[in-house]
């Protein structure tokens, strides 16, 4: 089986969905399995509804009503295939106005509409055009979460409870829409995996049911080697490895959800990025071991709105056990840490997170003097082999210093795939094409 995810753009209207159509039809002899988005701008709708319904508005839920009756009926659906989501949707938002409060767990119930409603109309579409599908919840077929509201993973033992309700659910002449995004937990309540999550249910469905490979549809020619929206001379990279791909999407490549390539790694299957309007095209493949490649750097990533605590103490100095105490606490407080650097009394930690990185500013003034910088981007060079490739640290520092950026920290280690720096997000815009050019389109040209 082959698992095929349309973002919320391959599937934003009729023309993108016959799109789709036409790619999952040119697939039919590998038993696609279609895990589709929301339609493009209806997961922030519903969260928009949501939150003015909180806020004590009325028929909150009417525009984005309004946006998906018109997306169905310009596919031909009847009104009766939504009418009952609709229905459960305006009850919803009408208690959440009732009771003034968007709790997690009510947040995932809204979200989960774009989902479901997509679901059915690319379903019933593609079976009246000639493409017998159906449309499943995911849930229906076995995915079943914790009870982590806006950040569910599936429990243990998921994968058997798929395969199972694939066997009995699935006829094997028509092709499964499944929703990504959404799950549910054993109580039957609904979750989700996260803003973006319908990769990481494309490649968890795929390791449950052992698919050949997940493909991941979107807008852009797989993954590129920068930000097509800054560089613009980006270029596509036919192939990557899973680990330089993790960085990559961790480290702020816009196309693939950061967890996306765990399931995928530890399956081993191949994962390849492509682009629904140009199907053509042949995107990027993600695999354990690519080939040989010329180019030494892959790709260059960024991930702005970092916060930076150091703590500085000269307790530091030639001790052992500073660096377990700071980071004692930083587990206590469940911080999830990007980047480290140290020296001899000062150790550097970046974050995201800047309510959690807040609380624990306030227990390492015990160990040191601390400071917080914020407005912070963590800039990424992600390659095989960099440390081996003399000359690449300096090459990397003299493109920004050229463009006056200023560099605050810098890691890099054996074995690493990643010369990770840290600058100001003001200098971002300046920073990544000066490095795009020094490393494609002038040293490896
Ligand atoms: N529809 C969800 C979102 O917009 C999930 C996804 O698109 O992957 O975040
Ligand atoms: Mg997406």
Redesign the pocket.
Same mark, same amino acid.
């Not at 996260?194 to 990769?199: M, V």
């Given at each position: 089986m082959l698992v095929m995810k349309f973002?919320?753009s391959s599937v934003a209207d009729r023309t993108q969905i016959d799109k789709v159509r036409a790619i999952v039809k040119g697939r039919a002899a590998r038993r696609p399995v279609v895990v589709s988005?929301?339609h493009k701008g209806? =997961?922030?709708a519903l969260i928009a509804a949501g939150k003015a319904a909180a806020a004590g508005k009325d028929d909150a839920g009417a525009d984005v009503i309004a946006k998906q009756s018109g997306i169905a009926r310009d596919l031909g659906c009847s009104d009766a295939l939504l009418a009952p989501l609709f229905a459960e949707l305006r009850d919803l938002l009408r208690g959440v106005r009732l009771v003034k409060e968007l709790s997690p767990r009510s947040l995932d119930y809204i =979200?989960s509409f774009?989902?479901r409603m997509a679901v059915r109309v690319i379903a019933d579409y593609f079976t009246r055009t000639g493409l017998p599908a159906r449309a499943y919840d995911v849930w229906d077929l076995g995915f079943v979460t914790d009870s982590n509201f806006g950040q569910a993973r599936p429990l243990e033992g998921y994968e058997t409870r798929m395969n199972d309700a694939f066997a009995r659910l699935v006829p094997a002449d028509v092709v499964p829409i499944v929703t990504?995004?959404v799950g549910q937990n054993a109580a039957g309540e609904i979750t989700t995996v996260?803003?973006?999550?319908?990769?990481l249910t494309a490649t968890l469905v795929a390791a449950a049911i052992n698919a050949a490979e997940a493909e991941i549809w979107s807008d852009t020619d797989g993954v590129m080697s920068a930000d097509p929206h800054l560089v613009a001379g980006a270029r596509n990279i036919p192939t990557m490895s899973f680990a330089e791909a993790a960085e990559l999407a961790y480290f702020g490549s816009r196309v693939l959800?950061p967890e996306t390539l765990l399931p995928a790694m530890a399956k081993d299957i191949p994962v390849r990025v492509l682009n629904t309007n140009r199907p053509e095209h042949p995107g990027t493949v993600i695999l354990r071991e690519p080939a040989a490649r010329d180019l030494v750097v892959t790709s260059i990533a960024y991930k702005e709105n970092q916060s930076i605590l150091t703590v500085r103490s000269p307790r530091m100095f030639a001790q052992s056990g500073f660096l377990s105490e700071l980071f004692a606490i930083t587990t206590r407080h469940n911080l999830v840490i990007d980047m480290v650097t140290t020296s001899e009394i000062s150790v550097s930690l970046s974050c995201a997170d800047v309510e959690t990185l807040a609380r624990v500013h306030v227990e390492a003034q015990k160990l040191g003097e601390c400071r917080l910088d914020h407005g912070r981007t963590i800039l990424a060079v992600v390659g095989q082999n960099l440390p081996t490739r003399s000359g690449l640290g300096a090459l990397i520092l003299q493109a920004l210093a050229l463009v006056d950026v200023n560099v605050e920290l810098v890691s890099f280690s054996a074995g690493s795939i990643n010369f990770s720096m840290v600058i100001a997000d003001a200098d971002v815009d300046r920073a990544v094409p000066a490095l795009h050019a020094a490393l494609f389109e002038q040293a490896q040209a």
């Open positions: 973002g919320g988005s929301a209806v =997961t922030n =979200t774009g989902e990504g995004f996260g803003r973006n999550g319908s990769d959800h």
